[in-house]
């Protein structure tokens, strides 16, 4: 059974710095590609960030240049190191696995979701 457990969400003041992580198992880590999703109440869902199995990397735009991705494969762990952060960040933060990057990175049909981490930025 996969499992997806997503930990470090919690309260910060808006400029400062969180970092999730995501522990999997139950799959076979380094060939998954991961990402992280967040959805706003009343917002579509949104990619955050994305890392392929090889390493590549995808971000939203919404985040680019203050959120940075990243894994481990040695402990089949999955990193979002977020800075700069704005109160327009604060939501629930899902962590998402596919063997597919391009369904990771569109959204489309992803096969593993966990059950999402809160972040919330005050201003």
């Known amino acids: 059974q996969v499992q997806l457990v997503e930990s470090g969400g919690g309260l910060v003041q808006a400029g400062g710095s969180l970092r999730l992580s995501c522990a999997a198992s139950g799959l076979t880590f380094g060939s998954y590609a991961m990402g992280w999703y967040r959805q706003a109440p009343g917002k579509e869902r949104e990619l955050v960030a994305a890392i392929s199995s090889g390493g590549s990397t995808y971000y939203g735009d919404s985040v680019k240049g203050r959120f940075t991705i990243s894994r481990d494969n040695a402990k089949n762990t999955v990193f979002l190191q977020m800075n700069s952060l704005k109160s327009e960040d604060t939501t629930k933060y899902y962590c998402?696995?596919?063997?597919?990057?391009?369904?990771?990175?569109?959204?489309?049909?992803?096969?593993?979701w966990g059950q999402g981490t809160q972040v919330s930025v005050s201003s």
């Open positions: 998402v696995a596919d063997q597919s990057v391009y369904r990771v990175a569109s959204g489309i049909v992803i096969d593993y």
